[in-house]
């Protein structure tokens, strides 16, 4: 299912002096580009049949690896990994991000530097849902959408991120325009609890971050249980398209 994508390393350093480096593998033409960060299950067959909605509609698709086999989904065993890698993901941590965000602000940037990038949307899903909202304060990023941010997953009430890179998100949306954040009604591990705390983070005063509530019980909107979502789902991927489209193609 990999065919036509270009597989390449890249490494870059956290905040705190780490080097962080995993595979990246991009198909499509040179911008814009969406950048979609994987959701706990892996780079299955329904993220590249996500991604190859974009490149469909003319964008440059770029999926990070950072965890797992390529081709098929390995919950049980992608959490054992995730939990391997505590120093790239603090699943449990609340009011901080995860170092591995430094690394995903560095690839946003040498795809700009070198590789002839414009416009940058990105889509984080589940785990990585709140790394979507982080890389918002990056300027080389002009639309995100979160899919069912679930971090931390052990405290609803919370988000995975500080509270100056909260304000800082916060004034490049009012500066760039809102981003999308999307989950199922029924989720058990993005609950209404997630989106009350993500409203209250950013929409007190302006919606900066669209919420999206899809009928059922399902957990991986724009994935696993895009199908299951029916015809809530299609519409919310037409919305993101959009969505894209507009912050992302003119520039």
């Given at each position: 299912?990999?065919?036509?994508?270009?597989?390449?390393?890249?490494s870059?350093?956290?905040?705190?002096?780490?080097?962080?480096?995993?595979?990246?593998?991009?198909?499509?033409?040179?911008?814009?580009?969406?950048?979609?960060?994987?959701?706990?299950?892996?780079?299955?067959?329904?993220?590249?049949?996500?991604?190859?909605?974009?490149t469909?509609?003319?964008?440059?698709?770029?999926?990070?690896?950072?965890?797992?086999?390529?081709?098929k989904?390995?919950?049980?065993g992608?959490?054992?990994?995730?939990?391997?890698m505590?120093?790239?993901?603090?699943?449990?941590?609340?009011?901080?991000?995860s170092?591995?965000?430094?690394?995903?602000?560095?690839l946003?940037?040498?795809?700009?530097?070198?590789?002839?990038?414009g416009?940058?949307g990105?889509?984080?899903?589940?785990?990585?849902?709140?790394?979507?909202?982080?890389?918002?304060a990056?300027?080389?990023?002009?639309?995100?959408?979160?899919?069912?941010?679930?971090m931390?997953?052990?405290?609803?009430?919370?988000?995975h991120?500080?509270?100056?890179e909260i304000?800082?998100?916060?004034?490049?949306?009012?500066?760039?325009?809102?981003?999308?954040?999307?989950?199922?009604?029924?989720?058990?591990?993005?609950?209404?609890?997630?989106?009350?705390?993500?409203?209250?983070?950013?929409?007190?005063?302006?919606?900066?971050?669209?919420?999206?509530?899809?009928?059922?019980?399902?957990?991986?909107?724009?994935?696993?249980?895009?199908?299951?979502?029916?015809?809530?789902?299609?519409?919310?991927?037409?919305?993101?398209l959009?969505?894209?489209?507009r912050?992302?193609?003119?520039?």
């Amino acid at each position: 299912m990999l065919d036509g994508y270009e597989k390449y390393y890249f490494s870059a350093q956290t905040a705190k002096g780490k080097m962080i480096g995993h595979d990246v593998y991009s198909r499509g033409a040179q911008q814009p580009t969406i950048v979609i960060i994987q959701e706990l299950p892996g780079i299955g067959p329904e993220t590249l049949t996500l991604a190859n909605r974009f490149t469909d509609q003319g964008y440059r698709v770029v999926l990070p690896h950072l965890f797992g086999p390529l081709g098929k989904v390995a919950l049980g065993g992608n959490l054992l990994r995730v939990f391997c890698m505590r120093k790239e993901f603090h699943l449990f941590a609340k009011k901080k991000r995860s170092p591995v965000v430094d690394w995903l602000r560095a690839l946003c940037q040498d795809l700009k530097d070198n590789h002839g990038v414009g416009g940058i949307g990105v889509i984080g899903m589940c785990l990585t849902g709140n790394f979507a909202m982080s890389l918002m304060a990056d300027e080389n990023v002009l639309a995100g959408v979160a899919s069912q941010p679930s971090m931390p997953i052990n405290i609803q009430s919370e988000l995975h991120m500080s509270d100056a890179e909260i304000s800082s998100v916060r004034r490049r949306l009012d500066a760039q325009g809102s981003m999308m954040a999307l989950r199922f009604e029924g989720d058990l591990l993005c609950t209404a609890e997630k989106f009350q705390a993500i409203d209250r983070a950013f929409n007190n005063d302006s919606e900066r971050i669209r919420l999206i509530e899809l009928p059922g019980k399902g957990h991986s909107v724009l994935t696993l249980d895009f199908l299951k979502g029916g015809q809530f789902a299609e519409d919310a991927l037409q919305d993101i398209l959009a969505y894209f489209a507009r912050q992302l193609k003119s520039a």
